[in-house]
């Protein structure tokens, strides 16, 4: 399923890609690569606060997940630019 969402967030779908990780979340809601992934499109919404959420989500599951220490920051750094 990460697959999948990762094609259509790829190509462009980021709508279709959110409800496909929502769904694998269902699933396996502590996988960190998901939550991790999920964030960033959440995050490509403009939906922060589900983003940081997901990507917290994802620090919980694995706390040395290099990519979701680095979508956090880069999303922290983001709002307080706003």
Same mark, same amino acid.
């Given at each position: 399923m990460n697959s #999948?969402?990762?094609g259509l967030a790829k190509a462009g779908r980021i709508d279709d890609a959110a409800a496909h990780f $929502?769904?694998?979340l269902t699933l396996y809601p502590s996988n960190a690569m998901l939550n991790n992934n999920y964030?960033?499109?959440l995050?490509? #919404?403009g939906n922060y606060e589900d983003a940081m959420n997901s990507f917290d989500k $994802? /620090? @919980?599951s %694995?706390? $040395?997940n %290099?990519?979701?220490i680095r979508n956090k920051a %880069? /999303? @922290?750094n983001f709002l307080e630019k706003r």
């Open positions: #999948q969402a990762m $929502a769904e694998a964030g960033v499109t995050m490509r #919404q $994802a /620090l @919980v %694995d706390p $040395a %290099d990519n979701a %880069d /999303l @922290v």
